[in-house]
Nanobody
Framework: QVQLEESGGGLVQPGGSLRLSCAAS????????MNWYRQFPGKQRELVAV???????HVADSVKGRFTISRDNAKNTVYLQMNSLKPEDTAVYYC???????WGQGTQVTVSS
């Protein structure tokens, strides 16, 4: 089964940027889509962005115009470029495939001055 590893999180000031990476241990091309999620403390994971096998994308209204999802099939990696970050973006960010596989550890994003 494909394993996923998220990276790129950290502490950033409001208005700053981060690029998250999701590296898969195997090919991601066969999956219908690759997704980014985030989880706030005490809440369920919520879908943030989706990229289809053909490259079509969708992002949640809460991050539209600020977050961009992309993929590099040759590197089996999916990215989430996050710009104009807000304190309310603070969460643990996860990626997963569609259909889903086991969750990785996620990467913590903290937006604070």
């Amino acid at each position: 089964q494909v394993q996923l590893e998220e990276s790129g999180g950290g502490l950033v000031q409001p208005g700053g940027s981060l690029r998250l990476s999701c590296a898969a241990s195997g090919s991601i091309f066969s999956f219908h889509a690759m997704n980014w999620y985030r989880q706030f403390p005490g809440k369920q994971r919520e879908l943030v962005a989706v990229i289809g096998r053909g490259g079509s994308t969708h992002v949640a209204d809460s991050v539209k115009g600020r977050f961009t999802i992309s993929r590099d099939n040759a590197k089996n990696t999916v990215y989430l470029q996050m710009n104009s970050l807000k304190p309310e973006d603070t969460a643990v960010y996860y990626c997963n495939t569609l259909p889903s596989v086991s969750w990785g550890q996620g990467t913590q994003v903290t937006v604070s001055s």
